[in-house]
């Protein structure tokens, strides 16, 4: 182990950007509240229900447990079929495999490194019920076909928009195009609350199940609403709802959303400008975002020509203190995901891609100069390499 530098670059660096310690003060000395459905999570809810345009938002733990919500919503049942890519985080699968469900891998595109929307149909069998797009590193998949192949065949989509928060996909919110959006507020997501997420109901028909999925299966909600005369078991659920403690720290980065996302575009933007004499000579390669969308920055990564080139890059950074990191394994070749689900196709990009990408350090509170540093080091690392 190599001890980290004093003015090493981590990959991620969780940020505090205002109001959070004092919005806990608040919820407990105010408030005098501190469960689940208090005052800042109504507020974190009715900030997303107002930004992102859903008809209805659950603040959950996670977007893990946001998932398995949307899974119950679906009416998962065993040996039902769930399209989704194989480049994506285990939450994607496991929620519905919890529910017997079987995930179907389609392969993604290499440009977007998203599922490819022309290869979801020959997915598709009798068993099907979701397609279940995610918005790799912030930028849309091809909503509108996949919209219109659900619908042809009439089945749910559930976008995990986990890394998508406030990118926008032909004018519209990610999480709000589909019938079920989730997003994330882990650590390393582009604003936060340690572990956290948030289920998005764009279909008024799931709103009313949903806040009994979220209510342990209770009709809690409908009782304090003065809507049910007894408050009782109705149906399965769990207890989803974070703690009023964890909206109270959301809130205040719901409150600077813009800036937060200003500032990651800011670093990608920069990113691409100082990068971009490399891929002239094919070195690498940088993400591609279409005309249809705005991304929010989440993910700065480039494309290497080979795993080789990738490890020897990452050791040469590490070296510098700059820590640059590979991401999914993908799930179609992991032992689980080859005892519960099944692929449809080759999954030639997939396979090819995640031995290829390489995410490079993004944080609220990277500077420019530590940017310059990033990039400055894999250049010195394609000067060598060409030497070599
Ligand atoms: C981060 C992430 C998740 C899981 O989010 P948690 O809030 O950590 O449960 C799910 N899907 C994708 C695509 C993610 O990036």
Redesign the pocket.
């Known amino acids: 182990m190599i001890s980290p530098m004093k003015d090493s670059i981590p990959f991620n660096k969780p940020f505090i950007i205002g109001q959070e310690l004092f919005n806990i003060a608040r919820a407990v000395i105010e408030n005098s509240a501190l469960s689940g459905d208090g005052i800042f999570t109504r507020s974190c809810q009715g900030w997303l229900e107002s930004t992102l345009g859903c008809k209805k938002a659950l603040l959950t733990h ?4 946001a ?1 398995e919500m949307a899974a119950i919503l679906c009416d998962i049942q065993p040996g039902d079929e769930v399209i989704m890519p194989s480049f ?2 285990v ?2 699968a496991n929620a519905f495999v919890l529910r017997g469900g079987v995930p179907v891998f389609v392969d993604i595109r290499p440009d977007t490194l998203n599922i490819d929307e022309d290869r979801i149909e020959a997915g598709i069998t009798e068993r099907t019920k979701a397609i279940v797009p ?1 918005h ?1 590193a912030g930028v849309s998949c091809a909503m509108n076909e996949i919209l219109e192949i659900a619908d042809r065949f009439n089945l749910l989509v559930v976008e ?1 928009s ?2 998508a928060l406030l990118s926008k996909y032909k004018g519209q919110y990610l999480g709000s195009v589909g019938h079920i959006g ?1 997003l ?3 650590e ?2 582009n604003i936060i609350s340690g ?3 948030a289920l998005l109901l764009n279909d008024e028909r799931f709103v009313d199940r949903s806040e009994i999925i979220w209510e342990k299966g209770t009709n809690r909600k409908a009782f304090f609403r003065g809507e049910v005369d007894k408050y009782t078991w109705v149906d399965i659920g769990s207890s989803y709802l974070p703690s009023d403690m964890i909206a109270a720290f959301l809130y205040a980065q719901m409150e600077a959303a813009d800036k937060i996302i200003t500032a990651r575009r800011r670093i990608f933007n920069l990113y691409c400008k100082l990068l971009e004499p490399l891929t002239d000579n094919g070195l690498i390669s940088l993400p591609w975002i279409d005309k249809d969308n705005i991304s929010n920055g989440h993910i700065f990564y480039i494309i290497t020509k080979s795993l080789g080139d990738r490890s020897r890059l990452i050791s040469y950074l590490r070296k510098k203190g700059i820590m640059a990191v590979f991401h999914y394994i993908p799930l179609h070749s992991s032992p689980a995901g080859i005892k519960y689900g099944r692929s449809s196709g080759e999954l030639r990009y997939t396979e090819e891609l995640c031995d290829r990408i390489l995410r490079l350090p993004l944080f609220y509170e990277m500077n420019d100069e530590q940017v310059l540093r990033v990039t400055e080091a894999i250049k010195d690392y394609y000067v060598r390499e060409c030497l070599r």
């Open positions: 996670s977007c893990t447990a998932l994506t985080f939450s994607t995610v790799y995990d986990a890394q989730t994330s507020f882990h390393t997501k572990e956290g997420g």
